[in-house]
């Protein structure tokens, strides 16, 4: 069974930093692309960022470029995003999704992100 | 980047209805066009990709059509566990790859 865990969501302060995880399992993470996903409260959904499967690919949204960075460690089967000088606009649930050619065919549930003063 | 729209923003219908959701494209996608489903709280759901193909284990009443700027989520028969939001998504070429506003169905 495919899994995806999020974990590190919390609140921080303007400016601040946080790490965000995800832990795959049932699947040959290495294999796979992966991407992450937002939905600020009550809104719709925006892609963040993506990685090849060897990382050898990264790719960000203009509203996160040079302040956000994507990596995973495929021996621990995790998925990572470095999220930096944070703002307000960043407050979301952050999901990490699996890459099928495209196609995002599994999600994590989720790890909301809040900041604020 | 490409601009997805989708109409409508959201829908009241009834248990049996035909629903029909609109997605358009600012450019052609050719068709590199998803539909995921998300019910409240929950995180979304891959129901078609590549514009028509159903996903393993998403019921037949669900279809995709449509193919350049012009898509299409058919409901056939709309069923009490289809309430939630609709969003479709472009992975055209090079990214940004975007979604949709949404289209938030009532029963």
């Known amino acids: 069974e495919v899994r995806l865990v999020e974990s590190g969501g919390g609140s921080v302060q303007p400016g601040g930093s946080l790490r965000l995880s995800c832990a795959a399992s049932?699947?040959?993470?290495?294999?796979?692309?992966m991407n992450w996903v937002r939905q600020a409260p009550g809104k719709g959904l925006e892609w963040v960022s993506y990685?090849?499967?060897?990382?050898?690919?990264?790719y960000y949204a203009d509203s996160v470029k040079g302040r956000f960075t994507i990596s995973r460690d495929n021996a621990k089967t995790s998925l990572y995003l470095q999220m930096n000088s944070l703002r307000a606009e960043d407050t979301a649930v952050y999901y990490c999704?699996?890459?099928?050619?495209?196609?995002?065919?599994?999600w994590g549930q989720g790890a909301l992100v809040t900041v604020s003063p | 980047d490409v601009q997805m729209t989708q109409s409508p923003s959201s829908l009241s219908a009834s248990v049996g209805d035909r629903v029909t959701i609109t997605c358009r494209a600012s450019?052609?996608?050719?068709?590199?066009l998803n539909w995921y489903q998300q019910r409240p709280e929950k995180a979304p759901k891959l129901l078609i990709s590549?514009?028509?193909n159903l996903q393993s284990g998403v019921p037949s009443r669900f279809s995709g059509s449509g193919s350049g700027t012009e898509f299409t989520l058919t409901i056939s028969s709309l069923q009490p566990e289809d309430f939630g939001t609709y969003y479709c998504?472009?992975?055209?070429?090079?990214?940004?790859?975007?979604f949709g506003q949404g289209t938030k169905v009532e029963i």
């Open positions: 990685i090849s499967g060897s990382s050898s690919t990264i």
């Open positions: 450019q052609s996608v050719s068709r590199y």
């Open positions: 590549a514009a028509s």
């Open positions: 049932g699947f040959n993470f290495s294999t796979y692309s």
């Open positions: 999704t699996r890459d099928f050619y495209g196609d995002y065919d599994y």
């Open positions: 998504q472009q992975t055209y070429n090079t990214p940004p790859w975007t």
